[in-house]
C-alpha cells in the first residue's frame, strides 16, 4: 500500500467524507502529468502542441493540470502531435 493510500485510509476512518471524490481526482490528475510528462520528454512546448492541434496555450495548461472530462479525440489529437498513439485499457 502506497504512502498516499495509508494517509487516505487513515484520514477516512476519521471523517468518512474526506476524499469521497479523491479517486476521480487523482485519476484526472494523472493524465494530465502522463501528458505533460509526452510533452517534455518528446522537447515540445505547450505553445507548439496548441498549434499543431489548432487550439490555444491557456487550453494545454487546463487539459495538464485540471483534466477533467477530456474527450478522447482531444486525447488523440495531443498524442498524435507527439508523433505518437494512445491506447486505451480497461482493466
Do not use: C, W
Request: charged share 35%; hydrophobic share 35%.
Amino acid at each position: 500500500m502506497s504512502d498516499l493510500s495509508k494517509y487516505t485510509a487513515k484520514r477516512r476512518k476519521k471523517d468518512p467524507e474526506f476524499g469521497s471524490d479523491f479517486e476521480v481526482g487523482y485519476e484526472s490528475f494523472k493524465i494530465g502529468v502522463v501528458l505533460k510528462k509526452a510533452r517534455e520528454d518528446a522537447g515540445m512546448t505547450q505553445d507548439e502542441i496548441a498549434d499543431a492541434i489548432g487550439t490555444k496555450k491557456t487550453a494545454i495548461s487546463r487539459l495538464e493540470n485540471h483534466a477533467e472530462d477530456v474527450r478522447l479525440s482531444t486525447l488523440e489529437k495531443y498524442v498524435h502531435a507527439l508523433g505518437k498513439r494512445i491506447t486505451v485499457k480497461i482493466a
